[in-house]
């Protein structure tokens, strides 16, 4: 018995996943059922029985999304030096961000440009998005001016602000550019600012 439900565990968590591939390249608006249904290889019945409506499906497969991403700050929160661990975060974006098997840019970015249109839950979802990856590049870059990497004189918040808008900025030119150089110099500039 405990077998049975792991493996629908299982598929549940890929179809969900599949539906994020979904509003990752479409946006929820975008999306239909019917893409919904055939992309997750799941029946419309079983879409609502499990997922309930669209909208919970979408602040899910955000979640989901959010929950997949907590690896790449990992690399923020244990790194060995702050430019270091921003090099590392940041080309780990850019190569989600322009990796041809993924939707392109980030699926937060991709929803932030979009917000017009969403549900207040989907707003708060993002704003918790954006200002956790600010309070994490803000940390490092507090440990960066704690052991001198960083100028004891530069402001933190603003800083980490800056690496946000950079953050959400690869986002975007990935959905016109796949020129990884362009994205690393991006990148690169930004660090030199330290």
């Known amino acids: ?8 565990e299982f598929e549940r968590e890929h179809a969900l996943e599949r539906a994020m591939y979904v ?5 929820y608006e975008g999306a239909s ?9 799941i029946s419309r019945s079983s ?5 309930g409506d669209k909208q919970a499906l979408f602040l899910e497969t955000l979640s989901y999304y959010k929950m997949k991403g907590e690896k790449k700050r990992d690399l923020l929160r244990n790194a060995s030096s702050a430019k270091k661990g921003l090099r590392d975060y940041f080309e780990w974006h850019i190569n989600d961000a322009i990796n041809e098997s993924l939707p392109g840019g980030c699926m937060i970015t991709n ?3 979009s917000l017009d249109h969403c549900h207040e839950q989907v707003r708060d979802l993002v704003q918790e998005r954006f200002d956790s990856l600010a ?3 803000y940390r490092l870059i507090e440990r960066g001016k704690q052991s ?4 004891s004189h530069k402001d933190a918040r603003k800083l980490a602000n800056l690496l ?9 030119m990935a959905r016109v550019t796949k020129d990884a150089q362009v994205l690393e110099n991006m990148m690169e500039e930004a660090i030199e600012l330290l």
């Open 1 to 8: 018995m405990t077998f049975m439900g792991r493996a629908k």
């Open 23 to 27: 509003f990752w390249s479409k946006g």
């Open 33 to 41: 059922i019917p893409d919904l249904i055939q992309h997750m290889g």
């Open 47 to 51: 879409l609502y029985e499990t997922y």
């Open 111 to 113: 929803t932030a440009i």
């Open 135 to 137: 309070e994490e590049f």
């Open 148 to 151: 001198g990497e960083i100028s």
């Open 164 to 172: 946000l808008g950079l953050n959400h900025g690869i986002g975007v």
